[in-house]
């Protein structure tokens, strides 16, 4: 094989792999439009940290940082991809705002986990949790701002009735996370 056959070879290995991350940030992006406009009350419920962590385990910490930020673009210009169906930048700018930006660090710091931990579960599940300590933490001193409550008036209010749901999906996603990651790896 002469140097410009292996030279066009590379090149087009490379294009299947910059398509097939294309393709797997806008599925993941849908994946967390889909899931992230659930239900109800002053921060609502809703799968988006769930659709989060599946992203890191499938696309990585920079990959799946760029699918949550355009789901947040997406919002943010009205599509109505967040809580209880709704799309625009009060939203961004309302008491959840601070939750939605703080998942940017817990995809980020899960990412990282998973990233410089090769892959392994129990690093990647500690990332997940400080991830989730740090978006509470940014997600609840907005809100008690913006509803002039004490920061412990927010924690009661935005962080502890999540709790057990938040450690569920952490749990659902160390089960299913490596197995979607596993299967996209072997889409061509």
């Known amino acids: 094989m002469s140097q410009n056959e292996t030279s066009g070879t590379v ?66 210009v009205g599509v109505p991809v967040f809580s209880s169906f709704r799309g625009g930048f009060q939203v961004l700018a309302g008491p959840t705002g601070g939750y939605l930006i703080g998942f940017i660090f817990l995809a980020l710091i899960m990412g990282f986990a998973l990233d410089h931990f090769d892959r392994k579960l129990v690093p990647t599940i500690i990332g997940m949790i400080i991830g989730m300590a740090v978006c509470y933490a940014f997600g609840t001193v907005w809100l008690a701002k913006l509803l002039s409550l004490s920061f412990k008036e927010g924690l009661m209010m935005g962080v502890i009735p999540y709790l057990p749901g938040d450690a569920a999906k952490i749990i659902i996603a160390a089960i299913v996370g490596p197995k979607l990651y596993g299967a996209t790896q072997k889409i061509r």
Do not use: E, W
């Open 11 to 76: 090149a087009v290995d490379n294009q299947k792999i910059r398509t097939k991350q294309m393709v797997l940030i806008a599925l993941m992006t849908a994946v967390t439009c889909v899931l992230g406009p659930l239900l109800f009350s002053p921060v609502p419920i809703s799968l988006t940290n769930f659709a989060i962590f599946l992203a890191i385990f499938v696309l990585g910490m920079k990959s799946g940082t760029i699918s949550f930020i355009i789901y947040l673009l997406l919002g943010a």
